[in-house]
């Protein structure tokens, strides 16, 4: 399996703290089955993507793993104005190994309606655009439509894996489910950034795919689609995405779904790690 979402390198962002953090996480990933990993730091308000820092440790750990998992370079790319000029700029800038596939993320705010101009944008700078996690955006949750648009203008979805099964809650659950029913989900990855609260496991959900959708849909998004992302390649052939022209092509209960009486692993955190971690 290729995960094309991982906060591995160290130090650079809410990821791995320490060079130790990042072989755990590592030796976490290739146990799940894991053996490729596109590192993908965060460029955002917060953490700013310091590319010689980036570049010297994602040397240092390509060489501590050789012969135990690949490693190939990204960025996990906030959409704010700052971003966006640079990357249309120096395209193809911050993309997976510099080959055109770039992930770019959302607040977790309000998405306004101008973000399809920024989207715009990049893809006329050459970028094929992969959104990452829609699943988990409360604006997406309330309104799914949201997803049919940016697959209807060429964008890609990223899901976390571990969203299928409840781990980040009902509502994000649900809808990766509809999403994974309609097939517009194009890659599962794990966003991992702690072996214990955030781990790098995409195995289950492989084989949950594989039981509800069938093998090859698994090896689509586990494997094939990410391995296009890697190589830059030409984006393959994909099974027809369906209710992509319905005016409300997605409908989730949020009453009910927020009255389940339970709640994700990833809520049951601290305060600060909820805070801090992402």
């Known amino acids: 399996m290729i995960d094309i979402h991982h906060h591995l390198i160290y130090g650079v962002d809410d ?51 050789r012969g135990k ?21 120096h395209a193809p800038k911050y993309s997976v190994n510099g080959k055109g596939y770039l992930l770019v993320e959302f607040s977790n705010g309000i998405i306004p309606p101008q973000i399809s101009d920024s989207l715009f944008n990049l893809q006329s700078a050459g970028y094929t655009l992969v ?10 949750q309330q309104n799914p439509g949201l997803v049919a648009e940016w697959l209807r203008r060429g964008c890609l979805m990223q899901v976390t894996a571990n969203a299928l099964y409840g781990r980040f809650g009902p509502v994000a659950e649900a809808l990766s489910n509809e999403m994974l029913k309609r097939n517009w989900i194009h890659f599962l990855a794990t966003d991992a950034h702690h072996v214990d609260w955030r781990p790098p496991h995409m195995r289950h959900a492989c084989e949950y795919v594989a039981q509800k959708q069938g093998e090859e849909t698994a090896r689509r998004l586990c494997v094939t689609n ?22 409300d092509p997605v409908r989730l209960d949020l009453a009910r779904l927020s009255r389940k009486n339970r709640r994700a692993p990833e809520e049951k955190k601290g305060f600060f790690a909820r805070l801090f971690g992402r």
């Open 226 to 247: 990410p391995q296009a992302v890697v190589d830059g390649a030409r984006w393959p052939a994909q099974p027809e995405m369906l209710d992509l022209e319905k005016k």
């Open 69 to 89: 998992i690949e490693l190939s370079l990204g960025c996990d790319f906030h959409l704010s104005a700052e971003n966006i000029f640079d990357a249309v700029a």
């Open 131 to 140: 959104v990452t996690h829609p699943e988990r955006y409360p604006a997406v």
């Open 15 to 65: 990821g791995a703290r320490d060079l130790e953090s990042s072989l755990t996480l590592a030796d976490e990933a290739a146990r799940d089955g894991i053996t490729h990993i596109v590192c993908t730091p965060h460029a955002n308000d917060e953490y700013s993507y310091p590319k010689q820092i980036i570049d010297e440790r994602f040397a240092e750990l390509r060489e501590r793993l």
